[in-house]
């Protein structure tokens, strides 16, 4: 294609680079919003790899002595689930919406380091292809997302003397998957760290700061003191494999503990790094669709620092059944109660925001107050699990896999599309659909209780986790139909979506620059924004710059709060 | 107008809605058959289902309250074409303080109950019978040290009102060992000395499952746990320790021709009194496979994958279906342990138990032989 060059009265044509074509503008990029939506779409790709492994276990437990998969191929599948939901799912998807939007809340021209952010980008994309090609290879991970020690040196976790299957490369797919994984979170995080504190607009101090930003802020730093703790456990576990170390292997005088040790001092911020940025996102869509601001900010932002501190301390709450000192118990669960206190006191400001509102029960809305009460149910099974003997009877079995979904799925996923459905019109101008959003958000309500909520039963009457099958007889079969219904229920309410998402795209309503007349910065702008996010400075005089530039009579700075 | 009657219709279809598909969601709360915590048998797992009681009353005057917040909120506030602008309430610290000390009270209330539970179940001194269960890929060991080393698998033999101290030992991957209606889980480690213990009020079976993922067939390491009289039990016991015979007729002595010869089983399969000397020889940790020696007086076999619903009444070698009538197996298909000789990697792909073709004869031949173990 030639474009043409005016320079003073001579027109010259070239050829149209790389970099000016529809493809390079998104290969080359370097700004913000396009590597945010690349992250975004890339996450949400995963999602539906993740999502349909999940229907592949939910297939093989309708009933019991299930013979859909094979052990080998179900251990592969409930491992990769896993792995694909947290580091390829919601990860990146976090990281695509504090890219596109923190920057742009904190009236920034672009990121700290835009290069390193595409760098970021595309090692995600390159590990996630990596970790899912395993599957073609028939060596797909299948010590489960954690991978424990020493089943993992056992290679392909063949019987102890090998007879049945050779050794395979499955669980350095996962060590190399993660490591690779690992070095884009890095890269973001520093990114993140050094944009929040050093580019926000005059007059943004941090007590001026979206909710969503701080959220992200702390995440960053959760990822950079918690990845090197992962990334260290699989170099070990790489040269345990390989290169005949034993660190591990109690035979030689190393220690199976020490893996989960090092894994859930990462595992564990690891899940507060899969939900703080949610926090953000809902501290600033139930503000806006209440029309009020933000009741108790200041205690919002610090029980977010708090809980990221307390992340640290509560590891072992992962391990209360492999014989830990009694002392070292109490410890474990006096630090995980503890924890429990910001994060109800974060429930109880969101609620106090919608008191005495006016509720606009748009999409965004409806996930929003969804999250908070799928996000209770799994707060309270949660501190359940803290009750040191009573975690005893139900940890490893299907209590905590209704735990840690219900604050997951009815957490981080609910949060994610309330944050889908309240920035698509800013990415793209147009509005995703109200009344197939409504759709989806009912079908997600109950098809996530109808999966999880039966799994609390079954772990009470005795179910382990990760089985591929499980006799008949014993009264888990219904409860386990029950789940494999409402993961259909879930996957119909996925369906909806992308038919919302692609007609929407195509025909959508348009939005306007500012559909919900929000309060932050990024509203003011085009939808979507121009390359240079702001023609002139954003002026910052209180947390709502744009309502207070909407509204100048009754401006926040000018009713004396901040 | 005709909005406000349909608006109640909606709020109390909704409602009733709510109600209805909640209550299926409670459906088979039933737990009769279950290996239920809640169904406990003895008293470690009782304190440990008093503290779920406890708890789920903590949580749900919790959920109501909240979840009550939420709906209150949702009926109350929501735009209507006539709602005033809200008051821009940015906070009040009271509140905050309020909101903060009173969950912090209940949770530490908790945290006291928990810990004060968990030091209450440390195991009381004086007698108790030691079993060390040692995890294998994929099936339990029970060996019981004091009492002439007496090595069976996949039942767990123990008397009624004792206490039992439960030595984990493994030599592969991490495992765990959990009885849900006797006690919790404790994880059983490579290089690590972990020890619980339980004890049984009444006599009965119960199950038993392996409850850390440990490869392939972590779904089929069960087990279960038979709880017998004392008197039962010592008879059990004083069985347990003689040794098998060493010659057989009939039918059982093809079997027993088979199982040292060309079946190939005792490669892996030690028999005290046929291919083992004692329970305590040093060869016999060479078998990798369990050990035989009353192999009929078991209930469960191959980790489970066996069981019958009718698992209770009676163990596999008085299961009709694998009753020996004319020469025959009464019902191949049914009768478990016909199947397993049959194709042991058709039921438990991946296991060790990789075996050369048996004939139909060759394995009612197997089967008659281990019939007399009992």
Redesign the interface.
Known sequence: MATRTVVEGVSIERRKRFSESYLGQWVMTTDHKKIGIMYIVTAFFFFLVGGTEALLIRTQLAEPNGKVL???VY?QVFTMHGTTMIFLFVMPMLVGFGNYVAPLMIGARDMAFPRLNAFGYWVLLFGGIFLTSSFLFNAAPN??WFN?A??SE?TS?????A???TPGPNADFWALGVLLLGVSSIAGAVNFVVTILRLRAPGMTLNRMPLFVWMTLVTAFLLLFAIPSLSAASILLLLDRHLGTHFY???YG????LWQHLFWSFGHPEVYILILPVFGMISEIIPVF????L?????VAWSGVAIGFLSFTVWAHHMF???LP?IA??FF??ST??I??PT??K???W??T????????KVPMLFA?GF??MF??GG??G??L????????????YFVVAHLHYVLFGGSVFGIFAGIYYWFPKMTGKLLGERLGQLQFWLFL?GV??TF??MH?LG???M?????????????S??NL?ATIGAFTIATGVLVFLFNFILSLRSGQPSGDDPWDAFTLEWDTTSPPAVYNFPTLPVVRSRRPFYDKKNPD?A?WK?G?? | MRMPIFRKMKRWGTLCTVVALFSILFAACDTGNSPSILNTAGPVAGQEANLFWFILIVACIVFVVVEGWIILNVVRFHARPNSPEPKQTQGNNALEIGWTIVPSVFLFLVLAVTIRTMFGLAQPPGNHVTVRAVGHQWWWEFDYPNDGNVTTADSLYVPVNTVVQIDLVSTNVIHSFWIPQLTGKTDDIPGHNNTMWFKANTTGIYRGECAEYCGTQHAHMDFDVVVLSPADYATWLSQQQQAASSSASGMAAQGLALFKGAGGCSGCHGIVGVDLPSYTSSTAANFIGPNLTHFASRHLIAGGILSTTNIHQYNWANDPACQIVNGQVASPSTCGLYQWLLNPQAIKPGSDMVIGHLTPQQITELIAYLQTLQ
């Open positions: 094979s052990p080998e251990n010590g489960g424990y020493p089943l056992l976790g063949c019987g102890a003397t007879y049945t299957c292997q109690a035979a190393g220690d199976p503990l209440s029309r009020k601001p009741f108790g900010y200041t205690f059944a492999v014989g009694p118990q109490a669960a006096t109660t503890l429990a206190i109800a006191v429930v109880f400001n609620c106090a919608m008191w005495g509102g006016k509720l606009v029960l107050i908070v009460a209770l149910i309270l099974n501190v359940a803290a009750v040191v003997p009573f975690d005893y009877q139900v940890t490893d079995s109950v209780n109808l909520f039966p039963l009470l009457m005795g382990p986790r990760r089985i591929y099958t499980y006799p008949s007889g014993l009264g888990w219904l409860d029950l009754i926040d009713m709060t901040h």
